[in-house]
């Protein structure tokens, strides 16, 4: 099946569990095999992403409502954080780089998590991006930047003060 | 700080169009006047460096996760059992099934029906129809105005001689009016890319294309008799000869013709 890592990844991200990923990325591409007729455009990827993105906020509407109306909020990273430093082993691998930026790249909103992952991991352009997800491409570029300077406030080392101050110096 | 506030409104387009410069996704005109701000804004620079770092930390943690192994087979499985699992296609299954269970006898009725062809004419049944469609179509064009003969001539020691020197062959040329089948003349085509001579007969007032060439080691590919479009054949080998006369007359009257020349 041709691209199913990259429907694989983006599930993976939106739906934040390597199991519930595989079953929705199934059902996807077992239907969008099966209406492969309906598909005449030359962009495989494209398509297939879409109808894998689709089937991930179906799957989100039904199971983890919770996930798509949460905003911003670190709340989510430091309870994260919080249930990783409980033990002493899940404490080191929290501390694993890797692991900080899984954690943080989770917390943000699953719309900006998708156009981060779609850009940083999968490579797309804006305008691949916003066939993808149907938003405008002006609001690509918006919500990547919105994104990443939530990654870089979640990232940065115990900083929450350095963070705001950068941020209040932005807004001036 | 300074600097930032003196270039405030420039630091906010340059803040929109940062990501977009980042991404390699500004036209290259945006692309200039971005740099351009640049090399004037270090706050501007320091933000750069810092989503380039974002980036390659990104970068280096390959958060990319490639699918499951099993996931594939998964998928195949599904998509074979897919018309016996769906349910709300179940209305449709048994039509499609059944449809499929009737195309695959028509299919195999088919095979058995022209493969068998095959074994009895001893080649592909594609080739048999090509060479019959190019003598069907050669005597056609030969119907139209002025393409019938090349040489006309009811003398068979004049067609004889005309093909001397057109072909590396010698057909046999017999006149058979006494027979009730006039020789009208000869002309040349092109049957299965080689020239081939052909003998024109009337017939009342019909006429028939006999095309006559060496014949091959193996077997014709073409049927002893057949009908077309309403033309009719009748193919037959003699004095190491292929002979295929074709017309519209009826196939007893081929039939006498083809006796005829092979005697």
């Known amino acids: 099946m041709p691209h199913q890592d990259a429907a694989f990844n983006l599930a993976r991200w939106l739906l934040r569990s390597r199991a519930d990923a595989e079953d929705v990325t199934q059902d996807a591409l077992v239907r969008a095999f099966r209406f492969m007729a309906g598909f005449h455009g030359t962009d495989a990827r494209t398509w297939l992403l879409q109808i894998v993105r689709n089937a991930c906020y179906s799957w989100l509407e039904k199971n983890r409502r919770a996930d798509l109306t949460t905003e911003f909020d670190e709340t989510v990273h430091l309870q994260a954080q919080g249930q990783a430093t409980q033990t002493p082993e899940a404490a080191a691998v929290a501390s694993n780089e890797r692991e900080r930026l899984m954690r943080a790249l989770e917390s943000l909103p699953a719309r900006s998590r998708e156009v981060l992952v779609l850009r940083e991991l999968e490579g797309c352009s804006y305008k691949e991006i916003a066939t993808i997800t149907s938003i405008p491409i002006g609001t690509v570029m918006s919500t990547l930047s919105r994104g990443r300077d939530g990654l870089k406030r979640l990232l940065r080392p115990a900083g929450g003060a350095d963070a705001g101050g950068k941020e209040v110096h932005r807004d001036v | 700080m300074q600097a930032g506030k003196r270039c405030t409104v420039t630091c906010e387009i340059s803040q929109a169009l940062l990501h977009g410069y980042l991404d390699g996704e500004l036209d290259p005109i945006r692309a200039e006047e971005f740099e351009r701000h640049l090399e004037s804004c270090s706050p501007c620079i320091a933000q750069l460096e810092e989503q380039e770092s ?210």
């Not at chain 2, 449809?99 to 049944?125: D, E, H, N, W």
């Not at chain 2, 004049?158 to 017999?174: A, H, I, M, R, S």
């Open chain 2, 54 to 263: 974002l980036r390659a930390t990104l970068r280096a943690a390959k958060l990319y996760e490639r699918a499951p192994a099993g996931l594939a087979k998964k998928i195949q499985r599904q998509i074979a059992n897919t018309e016996t699992e769906s349910d709300y296609q179940w209305t449709w299954v048994p039509i499609f099934r059944w449809i499929a269970a009737s195309a695959v006898i028509v299919l195999l009725m088919a095979i058995t029906y022209f493969g068998a062809q095959r074994i009895l004419s001893g080649k592909p049944g594609v080739e048999q129809t090509a060479m019959m469609s190019e003598v069907i179509d050669a005597h056609v064009r030969s119907l139209q105005p002025g393409h019938l003969t090349d040489v006309l001539s009811t003398d068979q020691h004049t067609v004889k001689p005309w093909f001397n020197g057109k072909l590396d062959y010698v057909p046999p040329v017999k006149d058979l009016a006494e027979n009730g089948f006039p020789l009208l003349g000869g002309r040349l085509d092109v049957l299965d890319g080689r020239s081939v001579a052909v003998l024109v007969y009337g017939r009342r007032k019909h006429y028939i294309s006999v095309f006559v060439w060496p014949a091959a080691p193996n077997d014709s590919p073409i049927p002893a008799t057949g009908t077309r479009n309403g033309f009719q054949w009748n193919y037959s080998r003699a004095h190491g000869m292929e002979f295929c006369a074709i017309s519209d007359v009826s196939a007893t009257d081929l039939h006498d013709l083809a006796e005829l020349l092979q005697e």
